[in-house]
């Protein structure tokens, strides 16, 4: 076939799509219609409204005692947390009992897994595996599909650059390019190929908007920014969610230059509905419309729903706002009832599309249902993803891989033997399942260690007190083995919503227990388990060999093993700067360089920085280590100048110098060297993760277009500038190995 008409038939294909497409979103359009005008005031207001089971409670719950009797009446649009198929049919069996037979939609928190339970979605991120996290979101879709749920609240794509703050382990870290790439992927995953089909959820990109700049890291915080810093950092990964199609987007708690996301016309109507031309139907966050009041933004409830409506928040989760004010504010003329209508088409366009009004009970199929939810391929692609979420910071004495000819392992600390605890914040906990199918560390080393190998446990310390009765016993046992494994970290309750910390060192004497342990002068591995970056200073200088584990889900004391033994090589990535102390947070790898930077660590005098503390972070953006060692070599530009219309191909050498089988991450760096307004010192703009034999060499392609120079200037302007800018290829933000450079001319 010539390719004329190879590019010809492509063409018609794309053609008769868009025009199915098309067809398709006229009839649903028409059906949306139809049903509007048969439903009453009362109705279109229900459909505004969801609230939560009783069984299982992710909020500050409100009582309704009258919830049967509405969702018999028609005038409830969604639940959540209402988990599995018998109790999904069993509510939806209610609404089949309505005037107009309107579907309920069931929603649930399922940020990373349903019972298949991955990583948490920060050390997915540390992963740097796009397809990896794809597959992980849609293993959750298919298990949370067949129970029964039409809607994940997922993926949380703010971007942050405080640790303290506690929904760290939620979303992709503090930089902008790769939480946008995850965002996509997340969104992806979670919807398949298309909303409709049964094993797809509908995706809810949270929280709109900026909520990781939260003052202070404190939750529910407000939030203090410029709109270019909103545009430039914060938005670009919910720009990327709707770019992937995400079903929904849920508001946030905090304010944004006084006014609460909530009711902030700004960023829901000028941004999000008219400029991005989003289709689909925003949520609020739990309460957060009647929070407004506390806020002191609005004086009540009538108030609080009039201006969230106005705004476009178009589902009011658990405030009863919507519910007891709305049918008076219409009947006043205080709100139009085509503001009504769009919010309630919205919603309704979206049962149609699941296919619920062909079938309201299809995902509520028990068989399918059981046959997901005991799927081995999940746990085998759960025991991968949780493999490469795994962070090498530290391997001085190459004392990793462990040998299997260890005839002693001591396995020390209070994570060892801990179950539910792997699975981290936000995991499903279902009732009618146990948590044999979880697998702790110990089980972990004992299903990879042959029956030569002996393994001794002690449990140290506790997580969070500071009692040192367990010292001895561990010392003890430290000295009868040839390499003693720590694992310590932080409680998997001790990040997550509402668990915001102000110190995130190490807890309890967990870092004391490392330092009687050193010594022993035996070999010793620290295992790091947190939804956070955490500090820990001394272990940190100390100890030559540190993982950091943070919760690795289902498959946590397999993968572990697996990293351990070097049956995976870690290739893992820190998608967060690790800080010091907490005197230098909020800290970032893309900072601007202000008037007088610190030309080195040891600078002190009239610059920025601390004349107590290093200005660097402890490990930097991008940092993990390998068993093996990468060369980089023969860095080349297609040209040296370009204009915003050209492109500039960049191309390098990697090649694996060491002597095991491995994945680099090779990160693409930029830096505008003057801009109308001040630029990072550094902007990751492109990565790719590659797999290399060893003495392989592979050539890697990267390409440079006016996309990867612009930005926001002054006037909110999103355009490139001419001038100069500096390439920078390297394996971190700290460790550039090859640098060029290029002009942008007009």
Request: proline share 4%.
């Amino acid at each position: 076939m010539s390719r004329f008409t190879m590019k010809s038939l492509l063409s018609i294909v794309l053609l008769l799509t868009g025009t199915l497409l098309f067809s398709q979103q006229k009839s649903i359009d028409s059906k949306v219609q139809a049903l509007l005008k048969k439903m009453t005031l009362k109705e279109k207001i229900g459909q505004l409204n969801q609230y939560s089971g009783d069984n299982t409670v992710t909020g500050p719950m409100t009582i309704n005692p009258n919830k049967i009797y509405e969702i018999k009446q028609g005038l409830l649009g969604s639940m959540l947390n209402i988990l599995g198929t018998k109790y999904t049919r069993q509510y939806q069996e209610l609404a089949m009992q309505s005037r107009l037979k309107i579907p309920l939609l069931f929603g649930q928190d399922v940020v990373h897994g349903y019972k298949t339970t991955f990583p948490i979605p920060i050390a997915e991120t540390a992963s740097w595996d796009l397809k990896a996290i794809e597959l992980s979101a849609r293993i959750a879709a298919t298990e949370t599909a067949a129970s029964g749920i039409h809607w994940t609240f997922a993926p949380m794509v703010d971007i942050t650059r405080d640790p303290r703050w506690g929904r760290v382990m939620e979303g992709a870290g503090e930089d902008t390019y790769l939480g946008s790439k995850c965002a996509f992927a997340r969104v992806k995953g979670f919807q398949g190929n298309k909303l409709g089909d049964l094993n797809a959820v509908m995706a809810c990109a949270k929280h709109f908007a900026a909520y990781g700049a939260a003052v202070g890291g404190r939750e529910y915080n407000s939030v203090d920014i410029s709109k270019r810093m909103l545009w430039e950092t914060y938005l670009p990964p919910f720009k990327a969610a709707v770019d992937a199609g995400a079903a929904t987007l849920m508001n946030s708690f905090n304010d944004i230059n006084g006014i609460p996301a909530t009711a902030n016309k700004y960023i829901q109507r000028d941004i999000l509905k008219q400029k991005w031309n989003f289709k689909g139907f925003v949520v609020s966050d739990w309460g957060s419309i009647g929070e407004m009041i506390t806020h002191g933004f609005a004086k009540d409830g009538k108030e609080a729903a009039l201006k969230a409506i106005r705004a476009g928040s178009d589902m009011d989760m658990e405030s009863n706002s919507y519910r007891n004010n709305l049918e008076q504010l219409v009947l006043e003329k205080k709100v139009p009832l085509k503001l009504i209508d769009e919010a309630v088409s919205r919603i309704l366009y979206k049962k149609f599309e699941l296919g619920l009004f062909d079938d309201p009970y299809r995902f509520s199929n028990p068989v399918r249902e059981q046959k997901e939810l005991n799927n081995p391929e999940h746990f085998k692609i759960a025991r991968e993803m949780a493999s490469k979420s795994i962070v090498l910071l530290k391997n001085d004495s190459k004392t990793l891989p462990l040998s299997k000819n260890n005839k002693t392992i001591a396995f020390i600390g209070p994570m060892v033997k801990l179950k539910r605890a792997n699975h981290g914040f936000w995991a499903i906990d279902l009732k009618e399942v146990d948590s044999t199918y979880i697998v702790s560390q110990w089980e972990g080393l004992v299903n990879k260690v042959g029956e030569n190998t002996k393994l001794l446990y002690a449990k140290g310390c506790g997580i969070t007190d500071q009692n040192k009765a367990g010292f001895q016993e561990a010392i003890d046992v430290a000295n009868l083995a040839d390499v003693v494994i720590i694992s310590v970290g932080e409680k998997w309750n001790m990040s997550g919503e509402a668990k915001s910390r102000s110190n995130i060192h190490l807890p309890g004497v967990q870092e004391e227990l490392i330092k009687e342990l050193s010594k022993t002068g035996k070999p010793i591995v620290v295992l790091i388990n947190a939804g956070r970056p955490l500090i820990f200073n001394w272990t940190a200088d100390n100890v030559p060999t540190i993982l950091y584990t943070w919760w690795l889900g289902s498959e946590a004391g397999n993968a572990i093993a697996d990293v351990l033994f070097g049956d995976y090589n870690p290739s893992a990535k820190l998608p967060m700067s690790f800080p010091r102390e907490e005197g230098q947070i909020p800290i970032y790898y893309n900072h601007f360089n202000t008037g007088r930077p610190a030309k080195n660590e040891e600078d002190k005098n009239y610059v920025s920085a601390y004349i107590d503390l290093a200005n660097s972070p402890k490990f930097p953006f991008g940092f993990g280590l390998s068993y093996t060692s990468f060369e980089y070599t023969n860095l080349k530009l297609s040209n040296t100048k370009m204009k915003a219309n050209e492109t500039i191909e960049v191309t390098l050498n990697v090649s694996n110098t060491g002597k095991f089988e491995g994945e680099e991450v090779v990160q693409l760096y930029l830096h505008d060297k003057v801009g109308s307004v001040v630029r990072p010192i550094m902007e990751l703009k492109d990565f790719q993760k590659i797999k290399l034999q060893v003495g392989e060499t592979k050539s890697v392609k990267f390409i440079i277009d006016n996309s990867k120079l612009a930005f926001y200037n002054e006037k909110l302007e999103y355009k490139s500038e001419p001038g100069g800018f500096d390439l920078l290829i390297g394996t971190s933000s700290a460790d550039i190995k090859l640098k060029s450079g290029f002009e942008l001319n007009n």
